[in-house]
């Protein structure tokens, strides 16, 4: 398989880089469901903000780069009657805010280690984590960090260590110079709105989805995204899998790498490679789905998640 040509589309599709102008408003502030958890401090984690919806067992969903809480909506309201949801919106990202001071090196440990204080200040049993992209590859740092904070994991279309997709022997110091060539570029300048819109087509299939994934694009603030780019292409988790205690499903995509030569065994073997070290995994390849599979193959999504989460998480009666 030609792992340069499959390089610039995976990484592309796998995080939905979309650098614009600004456009739209943030999403609407932390919203409390009642519960009998404590009220949330937002001053306590300015990396991201919450909005609770739903009752029962707690289910966090992160989502990926440059996209709101929002991009849950369809998960929320499928699982709200089950689950208690937590859904993040991460600073600088989607319309949110960003960091203020703009962000700083250290910009993704922040969110692990705000979330991880989030867990614990709301007292949250062990909750499910759903995460895409970038949400993914959250899941499994909050996981390798702190093993018994946060149960089982559901991993969209993401892997512990994006910059190894061409070159699996390469380290996190071997990529930095790339890294930090690929942050001063995406800092400087903004995607042209139709490159992006071209872009987000390669990433999710039905146009009323494409639209919204560029708008969040378009509102996302491009340091932001920028530095949590270069820091997702310098941390490397493979080596750390073996301290994941909880199971994790991963969902992967392979349908939008075909044009680059991909196939579903070479994809499927990538994702194999790179979790290889994780205790308790089941990866599953969409049959159709693109990097946003909650929206292209929802029916499948939700037949894999749901069934994982019976076994892994019952909701309580």
Same mark, same amino acid.
């Given at each position: 398989? /030609?792992? &340069?040509?499959?390089?610039?589309?995976? &990484?592309?599709?796998?995080?939905?880089?979309?650098?614009?102008? !600004?456009? %739209?408003?943030? *999403?609407?502030?932390?919203?409390?469901?009642?519960?009998?958890?404590?009220?949330? /401090?937002?001053?306590?984690?300015?990396?991201?903000?919450?909005?609770? %919806?739903?009752?029962?067992?707690?289910?966090?969903?992160?989502?990926?780069?440059? #996209?709101?809480?929002?991009?849950?909506?369809?998960? %929320?309201?499928?699982?709200?009657?089950?689950?208690? #949801?937590?859904?993040?919106?991460?600073?600088?990202?989607?319309?949110? &805010?960003?960091?203020?001071?703009?962000?700083?090196?250290?910009?993704?440990?922040? =969110?692990?280690?705000?979330?991880?204080?989030? %867990?614990? @200040?709301?007292?949250?049993?062990?909750?499910?984590?759903?995460?895409?992209?970038?949400?993914?590859?959250?899941?499994?740092?909050?996981?390798? @960090?702190?093993? /018994?904070? =946060?149960?089982?994991?559901?991993?969209?279309?993401?892997?512990?260590? +994006?910059?190894? =997709? $061409? /070159?699996?022997?390469? @380290?996190? *110091?071997?990529?930095? !110079?790339?890294?930090?060539?690929?942050?001063?570029?995406?800092?400087?300048?903004?995607? !042209? +709105?139709?490159? $992006?819109? $071209?872009?987000?087509?390669?990433?999710?299939?039905? @146009?009323?989805?494409?639209?919204?994934?560029?708008?969040?694009?378009?509102?996302?603030?491009?340091?932001? =995204?920028?530095?949590?780019?270069? *820091?997702?292409?310098?941390?490397?988790?493979?080596?750390?899998?073996?301290?994941?205690?909880?199971?994790?499903?991963?969902?992967?995509?392979?349908?939008?790498?075909?044009?680059?030569?991909?196939?579903? &065994?070479?994809?499927?073997?990538?994702? *194999?490679?790179?979790?290889?070290?994780? !205790?308790?995994?089941?990866?599953?390849?969409?049959?159709?789905?693109?990097?946003?599979?909650?929206?292209?193959?929802?029916?499948?999504?939700?037949?894999?998640?749901?069934?994982?989460?019976?076994?892994?998480?019952?909701?309580?009666?």
């Amino acid at each position: 398989m /030609n792992y &340069a040509a499959l390089r610039r589309p995976f &990484a592309a599709l796998l995080l939905g880089v979309a650098l614009a102008q !600004p456009a %739209v408003a943030a *999403e609407r502030p932390a919203a409390r469901a009642a519960s009998s958890t404590p009220v949330d /401090n937002p001053a306590a984690h300015p990396s991201f903000t919450v909005r609770v %919806v739903g009752k029962g067992r707690p289910v966090l969903l992160i989502p990926g780069l440059t #996209c709101p809480g929002a991009v849950w909506d369809e998960t %929320v309201a499928h699982y709200q009657s089950r689950y208690q #949801c937590h859904v993040l919106s991460l600073a600088g990202f989607g319309g949110a &805010a960003p960091v203020a001071g703009g962000p700083a090196a250290g910009l993704l440990p922040a =969110v692990r280690d705000q979330l991880l204080a989030y %867990v614990k @200040t709301q007292k949250l049993d062990r909750p499910a984590v759903i995460g895409h992209s970038l949400g993914g590859f959250m899941g499994l740092w909050l996981s390798t @960090t702190q093993p /018994n904070a =946060v149960g089982p994991l559901v991993i969209l279309d993401s892997l512990p260590f +994006l910059a190894a =997709v $061409q /070159n699996p022997a390469l @380290t996190a *110091e071997a990529a930095r !110079p790339m890294a930090q060539g690929m942050r001063q570029q995406m800092s400087a300048g903004r995607m !042209p +709105l139709a490159q $992006q819109r $071209q872009m987000v087509a390669t990433m999710v299939t039905d @146009t009323a989805h494409q639209a919204l994934v560029t708008r969040w694009g378009q509102a996302s603030d491009p340091a932001s =995204v920028a530095q949590a780019m270069y *820091e997702l292409y310098t941390t490397d988790l493979r080596a750390d899998l073996g301290a994941v205690r909880q199971p994790a499903l991963v969902l992967g995509t392979w349908a939008a790498y075909q044009p680059y030569g991909a196939t579903l &065994a070479s994809t499927q073997a990538i994702f *194999e490679a790179q979790y290889a070290k994780l !205790p308790q995994h089941r990866i599953e390849m969409s049959p159709a789905g693109k990097h946003f599979v909650m929206y292209d193959d929802k029916a499948w999504f939700f037949q894999q998640a749901d069934a994982f989460l019976q076994a892994h998480y019952a909701a309580r009666k």
